[in-house]
């Protein structure tokens, strides 16, 4: 019983054989044809730009990501920078989180200083140091988060 497999996986394998054999010879002869190879070498550019495309699509996603990451970090050390601030200037910044936008005027009210010159000297330290944007408009001087 055991030659009698053997005998059939060999008649098998040498059908097998014959017929990729057959269909090497096929495509041999398709190889020499100009016009399939030039096929090829079209289908072959049409995929190198396919995938010249999916990857200009991958790396751009990547620098988006890292972008984010890095303003992310930039943001994080801010937020130890903060920690480092002087105490009534870490208020100051928590009011116009919470208000968006303050003129001096208003950071002398909430914090108690007996003249605006102090307040806005106080504000346009903060804004030196990147923390605060400033927009004048007229004579006012509004201030708002970084």
Do not use: C
Not at 3 to 31: A, G, V
Not at 111 to 127: C, D, E, I, P, V
Not at 134 to 143: E, I, M, P, S, T
């Amino acid at each position: 019983m055991n030659n009698r497999k053997q005998r059939d996986y060999k008649s098998i394998y040498s059908s097998l054989n014959r017929e990729l054999q057959k269909d090497l010879e096929e495509n041999m002869e398709k190889f020499r044809d100009p016009t399939v190879m030039g096929e090829m070498v079209y289908l072959l550019l049409r995929e190198r730009e396919n995938t010249n495309r999916i990857l200009k699509t991958i790396l751009e996603r990547l620098d988006r990501i890292e972008r984010m990451l890095s303003r992310a970090e930039i943001e994080s050390e801010d937020e130890t920078i903060e920690g480092l601030l002087p105490e009534i200037d870490a208020k100051i910044l928590d009011y116009i989180k919470k208000k968006k936008i303050v003129t001096a005027t208003d950071v002398k009210r909430e914090f108690g200083y007996k003249g605006t010159n102090a307040a806005s000297a106080r504000l346009n330290r903060l804004f030196t140091m990147g923390y605060l944007k400033k927009k004048q408009v007229g004579r006012k001087v509004y201030y708002t988060i970084a």
